[in-house]
């Protein structure tokens, strides 16, 4: 899933006709000042990172002046920004939206997603919109509504006025209609996994207009959505699933200390099973595929090794496809390029075993080589614990 920027999801809700405050990119404080200069103040500056939460970050400021908009951006270009979904590392700002500051009314939420349990698209909206949205999901779930979509029929007329009933929604009916129905467009021309904007402001003249703008897309589209590709900001991404990626290889951070190396995506989610019914906590899932080269096995094994939490490995390969003396290649190959300062477990099964183990022994490093997968997982969580 790749998601935009906020200010390049608003030039696509734009481009469809949808109200967004004017406003530019600035990757300096001179920008901002430029900015703020066209649009005239007073302006909104926001920070542009792919994580939502900064209003209560301290991510969405007013400037009251040019000047004031680039005393701003200084403070807030360059920074690491911590919100509720960064995670506690951050993510550094260097792009900010300066717009043109909106008067509020009324702060509504209103979100297109696929819906996993319905295997179809759904409508999520609230009356009770902005930055508490994740409080009231909690504490008033009434105050939220669903509307699950048929992808053949689309919104249909009474979704509409249930949904603006819902809302709120009175003079400005055929607007909010409008809003609604392109959105959808949207959800759907651009092959997205999630349309939101949050706040949709009700504005004191009566107008509706977009204040945030949120949109992922499902990446296995990207290939008839070159312009949607095109706008990928990559220095937002883990530089570990990048590095990944360039190497075909699947991989997923997780939270936990212990990093595996599987072939198979079925093996992987098993292997994890595993480890967490021993107690231990996975620090990834790595699939390196059934093609998996020497090549690909190395850079694997680097990649996990880049992790400063992982306190312990596990390999876990079925070889059918790949053969395991191809396997132990790849990890010998990569213990004399990368240092490696953490244990090893290796269970190794199938084609050219025992070939495999003849390499693993003749290796320049101590790995524990296992027969059964649910002792090499026990033994993981228990080396990865220090014990
Ligand atoms: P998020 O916290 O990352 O979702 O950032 P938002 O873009 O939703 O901004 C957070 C909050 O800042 C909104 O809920 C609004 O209350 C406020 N805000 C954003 N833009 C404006 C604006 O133009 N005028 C006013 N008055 N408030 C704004
Ligand atoms: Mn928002």
Known sequence: MIRLHEYQAKRVFLSYGISVPTGYVAFSPDDAWKIALEIGPPVVLKAQIHAGGRGL?????????????????????GKRMVTAQTGPEGIVVKRL????????????????????????????????????????AKLHP??????????????????????????????????????????????????????ETNPLVLC??????????????????????KDMARLWDITQSDPSELEAQKHKLSFVRLNGNIGCMVNGAGLSMATMDLIKLHGGEPANFLDVGGRATPETIAKGFEIILNDPSVRAILINIFGGIVRCDRVAEGIIKAVRQVKVNVPVVIRLAGTNREEAM???????????????????????VKLAKGV
Do not use: W
Request: overall charge negative; hydrophobic content about 45%; proline content about 4%.
């Open 358 to 380: 003849d390499i693993l022994k003749k290796a320049p490093f101590k790995f524990s080589v296992m027969d059964d997968l649910n002792e090499a997982a026990k033994e993981v």
């Open 97 to 136: 939206l300066v717009e043109e500051a909106v008067n509020i009314d009324k702060e509504i939420y209103f979100s297109i997603v696929v819906d996993r349990r319905r295997c179809k698209p759904a409508i999520v909206a609230s009356p009770a919109g902005g930055m508490e949205i994740e409080e009231i």
């Open 57 to 77: 970050a301290g991510g969405v400021k007013i400037a009251r002046t040019a000047d004031e908009a680039k005393e701003i951006a200084s403070q807030i270009l």
């Open 142 to 195: 009434e105050q939220i509504i669903t509307e699950p979509i048929e992808p053949i029929a689309g919104i249909m007329p009474y979704q509409i006025r249930r949904l603006c009933d819902f809302l709120g929604f009175n003079n400005n009916r055929e607007e909010a209609t409008h809003i609604f129905t392109t959105l959808y467009r949207i959800f759907v021309e651009k092959d997205c996994r999630l349309v």
């Open 204 to 225: 004191k003249d009566g107008s509706l207009i977009a204040i945030d703008a949120k949109m992922s897309i499902d990446e296995d589209a990207l290939f008839r959505q």
